[in-house]
């Protein structure tokens, strides 16, 4: 739908162009938490499409680790240096990549925020998942379990991450107002399948009595099913975790996870490119956008429509 759109719009704006005053295509950097996992594979698939939709230059980057704001920082610089024209950003830390991008708007950048939020006056649009009501999201799946009381446990990743405590705070107001709910234990690790599941592990060692999990991104997903599998704890413990590649989505099969809140990363890379050309031509965007979040379970993974969201652009192209 939104390369649809996207087609219209070219079409439609005969005024709008794709290269600066020199001849030369627009740039625009993308700088995102981290590039290796299949949800940033797919923020850059979508990114690309547009890119190639706009006839635009983007960059794409991110530091190793997704608690790296120094380096981000860095590559936000570099991206200014190099004479790129936008930025769109996933903040790694809410506040301590804000200067950074403060002086890339003051250099005339035009900033767009995809999945994660910075704490700058420069930024024009903000795009990606309503975290608030993803956490909610994840609290009624919680709650959908048959346990007749619950002792959760809450692995979530940077305290500085804007979307992890986003995400926190709304599956906290609905999971509170629970009379099942006996107590919430809360641990913040780093954001590796390794160090989750150890944290994981160490929650469960400690706290015993804890028989659901809520985990809020792709490598604490992993980290949490892979611990609940070492312990044998399938059948006696419920979680919900977030986003999807391939592992995670056989765990759901084998009932180490019992439902995934599935974003739509692709739409976030393509909408924040297709909204940083859009500032660079002198078009209005809108302030928010809500990308859409899905809930899926084992009863609805194999519809058609949770297949599609399951599995990343790339992938259902070769399948096709």
């Known amino acids: 739908m939104a390369v649809l759109a996207a087609v219209i719009l070219l079409i439609s704006s005969g005024c709008a162009s794709s290269q600066t005053a020199t001849g030369k295509k627009h740039s625009i950097a993308l ?3 981290s590039t290796t996992s299949a949800f940033w594979h797919s923020v850059k698939a979508g990114a690309g499409a547009a890119a190639a939709e706009y006839n635009l230059d983007f960059t794409f980057e991110g530091p190793e680790k997704e608690e790296d704001y120094e380096t981000q920082n860095r590559m936000i ?3 200014v240096e190099r004479g790129a024209e936008a930025l769109v950003i996933s903040a790694v830390d809410y506040n301590a990549n804000a200067e950074a991008v403060d002086q890339a708007a003051k250099k005339g950048l035009q900033i767009v925020v995809i999945d994660s939020d910075v704490n700058s006056s420069g930024v024009v649009s903000r795009i990606g998942t309503n975290n ?17 009381v619950l002792h959760v446990g809450i692995v979530n ?3 500085n991450s804007a979307n992890g405590q ?6 906290r107001r609905v999971i509170q107002e629970s009379p099942r709910v006996a107590d919430i234990t809360t641990i913040n690790v780093i954001s590796t399948t390794e160090d989750a599941r150890i944290g994981t592990e160490k929650l469960l060692k400690e706290h015993p009595e804890i028989n659901a999990i809520v985990t809020f991104n792709e490598w604490t997903s992993l980290g949490v099913g892979w611990a609940i599998r070492g312990q044998g704890l399938a059948d ?3 979680v919900v975790a977030f986003d999807s590649n391939v592992v995670n989505v056989g765990m759901l099969e084998t009932g180490e996870v019992d439902a995934l809140i599935v974003q739509n990363p692709y739409a976030m890379g393509y909408l924040g490119v297709e909204a940083a050309y859009r500032l660079l031509n002198g ?5 928010v956008t809500d990308t859409d979040t899905v809930v899926v379970t084992r009863e609805n993974m194999y519809d058609e429509a949770c297949q599609r969201i399951l599995f990343t652009f790339e992938a259902i192209n070769e399948q096709i």
């Open 31 to 33: 700088v995102t938490k």
């Open 77 to 79: 610089r570099e991206a």
């Open 132 to 148: 608030d009501a993803a956490g909610e999201m994840a609290a009624r799946a919680l709650l959908d379990g048959e346990e007749e």
């Open 157 to 159: 990743y940077d305290v």
């Open 166 to 171: 986003q995400r926190e705070e709304g599956f």
């Open 236 to 238: 006696a413990t419920r």
């Open 283 to 287: 078009q209005k965007v809108t302030a």
